[in-house]
T-cell receptor, first 110, second 111 residues
Framework: DAKTTQPPSMDCAEGRAANLPCNHS???????VYWYRQIHSQGPQYIIH???NNETNEMASLIITEDRKSSTLILPHATLRDTAVYYC???????????FGKGTRLHILP | NAGVMQNPRHLVRRRGQEARLRCSPM?????VYWYRQLPEEGLKFMVY????????ESGMPKERFSAEFPKEGPSILRIQQVVRGDSAAYFC?????????FGSGTQLSVL
């Protein structure tokens, strides 16, 4: 079973920042937070991951609370191509499988 | 560096036939994962393999399904005596470090 809780859907206006929340209140000290997305009919795409510190890459930023019980994925300037299902996942290490929950369906509105 | 390659992209089988789905991981990747996605549902983990070893098959149905990742060649997911309920998208992923990279999937349709 997935160890995370996400809202089922969200809307965001094109050009604005999309902030996707995730609760992982039972996360263990050695578990990472990963984000993936799945654009319709395509394979999931890796976005970002982190352990304790906030992370940023060319796609997004990941903000993890100090107690690590929740996190937020930020897409700084959402475009229509960001419309997808976004999955927040906790994972122990590289040898652990990824368990997908139901994710958040993000709609970018023109 | 080519991504994870899956073939065929679409596969049509009649009930009772066998389906073979292939996955070539990214160059240098030694871990392969298979997932299944039923229509309008989420991704379900099936099996995790390293070269010549099954590491975790906790998501594999007990009957008719098998997977292998030989020393040479692609990983194969094999479904024997397919039924209509096997119709789904099957995704393969490979990894070498912390990230999994997914292929475009094989859409299996059972008539």
């Amino acid at each position: 079973d997935a160890k995370t809780t996400q809202p089922p859907s969200m809307d965001c206006a094109e050009g604005r920042a999309a902030n996707l929340p995730c609760n992982h209140s039972t996360i263990s000290g050695n578990e990472y937070v990963y984000w993936y997305r799945q654009i319709h009919s395509q394979g999931p795409q890796y976005i970002i991951h982190g352990l304790k510190n906030n992370e940023t890459n060319e796609m997004a930023s990941l903000i993890i609370t100090e107690d690590r019980k929740s996190s937020t994925l930020i897409l700084p300037h959402a475009t229509l191509r960001d419309t997808a299902v976004y999955y927040c996942i906790v994972r122990v290490d590289r040898d652990d499988k990824i368990i997908f929950g139901k994710g958040t369906r993000l709609h970018i509105l023109p | 560096n080519a991504g994870v390659m899956q073939n065929p992209r679409h596969l049509v089988r009649r009930r009772g036939q066998e389906a073979r789905l292939r996955c070539s991981p990214m160059k240098g990747h030694s871990h392969v994962y298979w997932y299944r996605q039923l229509p309008e549902e989420g991704l379900k983990f099936m099996v995790y393999l390293q070269k010549e070893n099954i590491i975790d098959e906790s998501g594999m149905p007990k009957e008719r399904f098998s997977a292998e990742f030989p020393k040479e060649g692609p990983s194969i997911l094999r479904i024997q005596q397919v039924v209509r309920g096997d119709s789904a998208a099957y995704f393969c992923a490979s990894s070498r470090d912390e990230k999994l990279f997914f292929g475009s999937g094989t859409q299996l349709s059972v008539l």
